[in-house]
T-cell receptor, first 115, second 115 residues
Framework: EPEVTQTPSHQVTQMGQEVILRCVPI?????FYWYRQILGQKVEFLVS????????KSEIFDDQFSVERPDGSNFTLKIRSTKLEDSAMYFC?????????????FGPGTRLTVL | GDSVTQMEGPVTLSEEAFLTINCTYT??????LFWYVQYPGEGLQLLLK?????DKGSNKGFEATYRKETTSFHLEKGSVQVSDSAVYFC??????????????FGTGTQLKVEL
């Protein structure tokens, strides 16, 4: 069964450094998402991406964040200058049609630790 | 804005006990409702969903009915197993923007099933 994959599974970085989190969505999906979960808190939407552009973003997704689909298979989240409060589990997801009832398929997550 | 409220965990049950995890929501429109499950060390997996009022989603013995009058989507299972131990997330999607559907999650409820 097709699945979403994410690398790395755990990333440790120093405050102020740039990090890139990588995701490979399901191959025939067209809609891509990033969510994050700070330890003990809710899973929060960051951004959705379709047709090579951001379609919606939350207030969390400020100028320090960017997303890119550099080729036909990868989808990346970049944090330009990490802060302590960026420490969280980051989940990538993809879906086929983008409708309100469409199922999003999630990857296993990348745990980001900012020191 | 949209929000989802779940019962606090952890919930500890004996094998074969009846499970209910309460979920209520607030949304401006007519959302689609989802239950996702996260097993230890894994990503979020869709458990079941319902896209309109009075729909019942079901999977692996779990059920939830979309109740518009009480704005609820409670998860139930008649007889839990140790293998059901996981974190369960209720979520909604209120509308599709044309570029995908943002999911709004509850805080998650940890279920532990003991022999």
């Amino acid at each position: 069964e097709p699945e979403v994959t994410q690398t790395p599974s755990h990333q440790v970085t120093q405050m102020g450094q740039e990090v890139i989190l990588r995701c490979v969505p399901i191959s025939n999906h067209l809609y891509f998402y990033w969510y994050r979960q700070i330890l003990g808190q809710k899973v929060e939407f960051l951004v959705s991406f379709y047709n090579n552009e951001i379609s919606e973003k939350s207030e969390i997704f400020d100028d320090q964040f960017s997303v890119e689909r550099p080729d036909g298979s990868n989808f990346t989240l970049k944090i330009r200058s990490t802060k302590l409060e960026d420490s969280a589990m980051y989940f990538c997801a993809s879906s086929g049609s983008g409708g309100a009832g469409d199922t999003q398929y999630f990857g296993p997550g990348t745990r980001l630790t900012v020191l | 804005g949209d929000s989802v409220t779940q019962m606090e965990g952890p919930v500890t049950l004996s094998e074969e006990a009846f499970l209910t995890i309460n979920c209520t929501y607030t949304a401006t429109g007519y959302p689609s409702l989802f239950w996702y499950v996260q097993y230890p060390g894994e990503g979020l997996q869709l458990l079941l969903k319902a896209t309109k009022a009075d729909d019942k989603g079901s999977n692996k013995g779990f059920e939830a009915t979309y109740r518009k009058e009480t704005t609820s989507f409670h998860l139930e299972k008649g007889s839990v197993q140790v293998s059901d131990s996981a974190v369960y997330f209720c979520a909604l999607s209120d509308r599709a923007t044309g570029g995908g559907n943002k999911l709004t999650f509850g805080t998650g409820t940890q279920l532990k099933v003991e022999l």
